[in-house]
């Protein structure tokens, strides 16, 4: 099946990258920007949305979108999900994940990613390299770790929450959505309130909405 990329930075560059070496059977075509600056990204072709939308029929494709900023990656997905499009998810082989059928569409899990057994997570959650994701939690959507991330077991992570890098999330705690956790950060007790949340333990330090 043919895949299709949105978005031409760096963090497409290596999706385009990871897919055409460890999916052999998904057939990389292009790039997908709303408003293209550019006719080709990294050696492949860069098409206009509008153009992919009229020129694609839904059932015949798969879309991936690996953006970094948590709503601007939610916008993206829910508009072309609306439209019937199906998107894939890339885990690297390299990750460790108790049972793959738990991770939902648009999912971007790179190497050494620990998802251990009795967790399971949405649509649209991003993981860089090295998390350990603990036992018996949920992940809700649109979720970003980025790397060296623990979240101990028993979690219960709500919509739009970003953890910077070496954050760790003690047992059982429940994360509220529309929460940035600061690199280093630590969460020792539930979060009920968005906002970005920096030191160890964690404090409140404004909200998150311009960033999240």
Known sequence: MDLYIFG??????????????????????????????????F??????????????????VLL???????????EVFLRFKNLGYTFASYISPKAEVWDLSI?????????????????????NCLLWAGNHIG??????????????CVLSGGCKIDDLCYFG?????????????????GMGAMITKSISEEGIYVGSPARRIKSSSAII
Request: aromatic share 12%.
């Open 103 to 123: 991770i939902g569409e648009n999912c971007y899990i790179q190497e050494f990613n620990n998802i251990q057994y009795g967790t399971y997570m949405g649509d």
């Open 43 to 60: 050696g492949a072709p860069v098409l206009a949305s509008a153009d992919f939308l009229e020129n694609t029929n839904p059932t015949d």
């Open 165 to 181: 890098v070496n954050s760790t999330i003690g047992d059982g705690i429940a994360v509220c959505s529309g929460v940035f956790l």
């Open 8 to 41: 031409t930075q760096k963090n497409a560059e290596m999706a385009g990258f990871y897919f055409s070496r460890d999916y052999p059977d998904l057939n990389f075509r292009a790039y997908i920007e709303d408003t293209p600056l550019r006719k080709t990204a």
């Open 64 to 74: 991936f979108a690996p953006l970094t900023r948590g709503s601007s990656r939610k």
């Open 135 to 148: 036992h018996h939690g949920s992940i809700g959507s649109h979720v970003t770790f980025t790397s060296h």
